[in-house]
């Protein structure tokens, strides 16, 4: 049997659609370019191309742990996010277009800044968020921690891999823990967020990412509690606290921080309309 591009692609769609996978044509593109080592667009211009039966059996390997539940991003050990393609493994939260409007919105404000400027990142996981932000700002360092000793790893590796590894310093430990004694011009986080009692009915793929990185406890705010209430002893004065929060939290969130003396709080909407992002000056 000899199959081509537009067949197996064909094939792993129609099972991806039965299984009510949400993307199923775009998620077989990513995964046979993964194992073609191709740009997406090279499946559609070689379509016809026959496929070495060994490309053929890997690709319908991951097909099936697709199917069993496994997010791409696992799969493949990357997802892009601002543009640059990180790499993530089961330790870490992959990435979601969301958060962009957090990392750009920080990122716009360091710069305007201009001048050197250190923000903190807490739950940093793959370091996704602050590595976007070091690229983008570079007169910024940045202390990102997570509580988590192998999502560091993979935040330090992709701090390297863009070549920001001299500006950001990593601390192991829970939320300000490590960072005792040092202020911050900014802080940043995407916290867990997600009630406990929600987690078992998230979807298959999300639930196959860390607990750790999604439980926000009862109500999904712990994390916001905790944070808000320690962040302005971390804030340099004028700093900024920005948060990516989850459906209907932002205005919870926007209670605790104005409580805790935060000034000009704002409410950002993510692209389907979703409030997201909540930030505060102190
Ligand atoms: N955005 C993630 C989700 O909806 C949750 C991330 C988080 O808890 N910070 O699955």
């Given at each position: 049997m000899k199959f081509s591009v537009f067949e197996v692609l064909k094939a792993a769609s129609e099972q991806f659609s039965a299984a009510n996978i949400d993307n199923p044509r775009l998620d077989a593109e990513i995964l046979l370019a993964h194992v073609l080592k191709w740009r997406r667009l090279r499946l559609y211009v070689d379509s016809d191309k026959i496929l070495p039966l060994e490309s053929v059996l890997r690709f319908n390997q991951l097909v099936n742990r697709r199917l069993e539940g496994f997010p791409v991003a696992y799969l493949t050990g990357s997802k892009d996010f601002m543009g640059l393609t990180f790499a993530v493994n089961e330790n870490v939260l992959i990435p979601r277009p969301d958060t962009e409007i957090l990392a750009e919105g920080v990122g716009k404000y360091l710069r305007g800044l201009g001048r050197e400027v250190i923000f903190a990142d807490l739950?940093?996981?793959?370091g996704a968020i602050c590595i976007s932000i070091l690229k983008f700002v570079q007169s910024a360092r940045a202390a990102a921690v997570d509580i988590s000793n192998e999502a560091l790893e993979v935040a330090k590796f992709n701090a390297i891999k863009f070549h920001v590894e001299d500006r950001a310093e990593f601390f192991c430990g829970d939320l300000f823990a490590p960072l005792e004694g040092k202020t911050f011009n900014a802080i940043v986080s995407n916290p867990p967020y997600i009630p406990t009692c929600e987690l078992d009915a998230l979807q298959a793929e999300v639930r196959r990412e860390p607990r750790l990185a999604l439980d926000g406890g009862a109500d999904g705010l712990n994390f916001y509690r905790r944070i808000i209430s320690d962040a302005p002893r971390f804030l340099t004065a004028g700093g900024l606290l920005a948060v990516e929060v989850g459906i209907n939290q932002a205005q919870a969130v926007k209670t605790l921080a104005e409580a805790a003396g935060f000034v000009d709080i704002q409410i950002f909407k993510d692209l389907a309309g979703i409030e997201r992002v909540v930030a505060a000056g102190i």
């Amino acid at each position: 049997m000899k199959f081509s591009v537009f067949e197996v692609l064909k094939a792993a769609s129609e099972q991806f659609s039965a299984a009510n996978i949400d993307n199923p044509r775009l998620d077989a593109e990513i995964l046979l370019a993964h194992v073609l080592k191709w740009r997406r667009l090279r499946l559609y211009v070689d379509s016809d191309k026959i496929l070495p039966l060994e490309s053929v059996l890997r690709f319908n390997q991951l097909v099936n742990r697709r199917l069993e539940g496994f997010p791409v991003a696992y799969l493949t050990g990357s997802k892009d996010f601002m543009g640059l393609t990180f790499a993530v493994n089961e330790n870490v939260l992959i990435p979601r277009p969301d958060t962009e409007i957090l990392a750009e919105g920080v990122g716009k404000y360091l710069r305007g800044l201009g001048r050197e400027v250190i923000f903190a990142d807490l739950g940093a996981g793959s370091g996704a968020i602050c590595i976007s932000i070091l690229k983008f700002v570079q007169s910024a360092r940045a202390a990102a921690v997570d509580i988590s000793n192998e999502a560091l790893e993979v935040a330090k590796f992709n701090a390297i891999k863009f070549h920001v590894e001299d500006r950001a310093e990593f601390f192991c430990g829970d939320l300000f823990a490590p960072l005792e004694g040092k202020t911050f011009n900014a802080i940043v986080s995407n916290p867990p967020y997600i009630p406990t009692c929600e987690l078992d009915a998230l979807q298959a793929e999300v639930r196959r990412e860390p607990r750790l990185a999604l439980d926000g406890g009862a109500d999904g705010l712990n994390f916001y509690r905790r944070i808000i209430s320690d962040a302005p002893r971390f804030l340099t004065a004028g700093g900024l606290l920005a948060v990516e929060v989850g459906i209907n939290q932002a205005q919870a969130v926007k209670t605790l921080a104005e409580a805790a003396g935060f000034v000009d709080i704002q409410i950002f909407k993510d692209l389907a309309g979703i409030e997201r992002v909540v930030a505060a000056g102190i």
